[in-house]
């Protein structure tokens, strides 16, 4: 296992190489490299952490390298410990062959806050499990407090690089606390919760005093939308707003109206500035405030009109190579990105819903309502609840019908519909079992997997007629 997930992530670096980048992807390594200022129109973590591999490494394709590093890691990580708690070759490499999907691969290499989300999120599930081989071994607090304080550092990464992952990672965050003990006190949830805030906070704080990144105040770009798209044109005219303003917003209206932009008005419709939102801002906070309270009605049917869009319009399910740029960044092979083109809009095309969202919002649900009864229950509920949530998130924040935007989902609730299908398969002895040479027979384990997937566990007592003790 540990030879396939090197072979695989050795392959997804030299095809990816030197890393695919969008427009967003080249504004975030401008950032890196110092060409443009340090902004927080996306979280500047990512930038500030290619920065420092590039002054490690000297090279920007160094941010792939970790990307592939991290991912594969992690379900190797996953993969080994399904193997120790089913002994199913099969199984333990079905979860390698999760990253060799068409709905996974095909953003594996792409430099994209969505893409570190998502392998920090896996790599927190990588860590629950290893806590699941341990909870009930007799190990030092430390390892199990050490496991917990990784865990924590690759959700709070995640929730830093995309702020909306705060729905998705709260569940992995029970579930990492309850692998790691089988019945957490008070104190235990009280430490954990304290390390997840601490590992958010002084991040953050730290980037802001230190890095000091141009406020752009891009969380209006939502409200701009909703501004544009449920008010009328008449309405914003005559909108208490300053007049500069309400210029813009008309003129954005009027354009979106004439060019179909159902959404992302800021860059589709509005005339904007070098400092993005930051002077507007507060204009279109206060408008909003004092409007969406009575346009109710048109602001509900025009948010579900764009979740219906990102659930059964899903578009952009493939990002081709290195967006032009002036910084020396070019593919670096061609032909490989072609096949993986070829391979990736090819079972798009076959099989359109593995890029739908309703179809992962479909699989979340039946996940997070029948987890099964099996060893992986809890973590087949929490994959299921984390994509339901970071889905359902959605709805009031949608700026774009986009794949990426269901990335994670799709990528858990692979992993949890495998847990699943093994959970359902008849037991066979652990591994570990096997190599320690224990007389652990086959109706042991079945009677073990019945019990919560304890192998050779003394069976339940019970009583019989007439008998008057247990």
């Keep these: 296992m540990a030879a396939v997930a090197m072979a695989c ?9 030197p ?13 890196a490299m110092g060409r443009t200022p340090l902004t927080d129109w996306h979280p500047p973590v990512l930038s500030l952490v290619w920065r420092a591999l590039i002054a490690v490494t000297g090279t920007a394709a160094s941010m792939a390298v970790l990307q592939s590093v991290v991912f594969w890691g992690a379900l190797w990580v996953v993969a080994r410990c399904v193997w120790d708690l089913t002994a199913s070759r099969a199984g333990s490499l079905a979860v390698l062959g999760i990253g060799l999907t068409p709905p996974v691969l095909t953003f594996v290499g792409v430099v994209w806050k969505d893409v570190h989300a998502a392998a920090a999120l896996l790599a927190a599930c990588a860590v629950a499990f290893a806590g699941l081989r341990l909870r009930d071994r007799d190990v030092p607090p430390a390892t199990r407090w050490g496991l917990l304080g990784l865990g924590v550092l690759f959700l709070a990464y995640a929730m830093l690089v995309r702020k909306n992952v705060f729905l998705a990672a709260i569940p992995l965050f029970v579930l990492l606390v309850l692998a790691l003990w089988r019945a957490p006190g008070r104190r235990t949830w009280a430490l954990g919760v304290a ?12 980037i802001s005093r230190i890095a000091h990144p141009v406020e752009t105040r891009q969380g209006a770009q939502i409200m ?30 009027e354009k979106c109206r004439d060019t179909g932009a159902l959404s992302d008005a800021y860059w589709a419709c509005y005339e904007r500035r070098a400092d993005g939102m930051a002077r507007d801002a507060d204009g279109i906070t206060a408008l909003w405030l004092s409007e969406m309270g009575s346009h109710v009605p048109g602001y509900l049917q025009y948010r579900l009109r764009l979740f219906a869009g990102l659930l059964f319009e899903t578009g952009y399910p493939y990002q081709a190579g290195v967006f032009g740029n002036d910084l020396g960044i070019e593919l670096a092979h061609p032909r490989l990105e072609d096949s993986l083109d070829a391979y990736v809009r090819g079972v798009g095309g076959d099989l359109r819903p593995l890029f739908r969202g309703w179809f992962w919002l479909a699989v979340a649900l039946v996940l997070t309502v029948r987890p099964g009864r099996g060893r992986f229950s809890l973590p087949v509920r929490a994959l299921g609840v984390s994509s339901l949530a970071y889905v359902l998130g959605y709805l009031p924040t949608m700026p774009a019908t986009n794949y990426r935007y269901i990335y994670w989902p799709a990528l858990a609730c692979l992993l949890g519909l495998l847990l699943l299908w093994l959970d359902r398969r008849p037991a066979a002895p652990a591994a570990g079992a096997e190599r320690t040479g224990s007389a652990l027979t086959p109706a042991d384990a079945r009677d073990g997997a019945a019990r919560g997937g304890i192998p050779g566990a003394a069976p339940d007592p019970v009583r019989t007629p007439g008998d008057g003790q247990v």
């Excluded at 992530?9 to 190489?17: D, H, N, Q, S």
């Excluded at 890393?19 to 950032?31: A, H, K, T, V, W």
């Excluded at 390390?195 to 991040?203: F, Q, R, Y």
């Design 9 to 17: 992530c050795l392959g997804t670096t030299v095809v990816f190489a």
């Design 19 to 31: 890393g695919y980048m969008s427009p967003d992807s080249i504004e975030q390594l401008r950032q």
């Design 195 to 206: 390390a997840l805030v601490t590992a958010l906070v002084v991040p953050a704080v730290a």
């Design 224 to 253: 701009l939308d909703d501004l544009v798209h449920v008010l009328t044109v008449e309405e914003l005219r005559s909108a208490d707003a300053p007049p500069d303003l309400r210029k813009r917003l008309v003129a954005a209206a």
